[in-house]
């Protein structure tokens, strides 16, 4: 099933702050390394541009030690995407689609060398994002590996995860 646009990550946008952000990101890294970590000064004036420029807060982002965790191209791509809308009455069509998409790993195309493509494995936290905005009882759980009252561990299926939040709304607008 296609979504719609308001539901799907702004990739348009993504691909034209992606470029400046890995730059700045990258420049701020020679910094350091040239003068060492503790000139906060300079980590503020990057998060102050970028946030500027992506009009988030760049504070959730660990500019400081990025190479600990998945690399300065994936932390500018994070930076770069646009967070999610609240968007007004989402079909259950598009929330099944939504949660297939979080359930299911897809193999990149390598010939493909779009944003999109290069990407793909880390919208899970945009779709995350996406729901946690638009359910107001949105559980990470859902999710997440469980255990029930016995120790047991377990998923949640597809269906499962669908019909929690869809009857969240249910009840909502009852």
């Known amino acids: 099933m296609k979504l719609r646009k ?3 990550p702004d990739f348009e946008t993504a691909e ?15 910094y350091c390394d040239e003068n ?17 420029m992506t009009g ?26 646009p967070i999610p809308k609240v968007v007004d009455t989402i079909t259950k069509e598009e929330l099944i689609e939504i949660v297939k998409r979080l359930k299911t790993f897809v193999i990149r195309d390598e010939q493909d060398t779009s944003l999109k493509a290069q990407f793909h494995y880390y919208l899970n936290d945009y779709f995350i994002d996406f729901l ?7 559980d990470h759980n859902l999710f997440r590996r469980n ?9 949640y299926t597809q269906d499962e995860i669908v019909a929690k939040l869809w009857n969240n709304i249910d009840s909502q607008n009852n």
């Open 56 to 81: 988030k807060d760049i504070s959730q982002y660990n500019l400081w030690e990025w190479w600990e965790e998945e690399g300065a191209e994936v932390l500018a791509f994070r930076i770069s995407l």
């Open 147 to 155: 255990r029930d009252k016995k120790g047991n561990y377990f998923e």
């Open 16 to 30: 034209k702050l992606y470029p400046e952000v890995l730059k700045l990101i990258l420049e701020f890294t020679d």
């Open 36 to 52: 060492g970590y503790e000139d906060n000064i300079e980590c503020q004036k990057l998060e102050n541009k970028l946030g500027q």
């Open 132 to 138: 946690r905005l638009n359910f107001e009882t949105f």
């Open 6 to 8: 308001e539901i799907l």
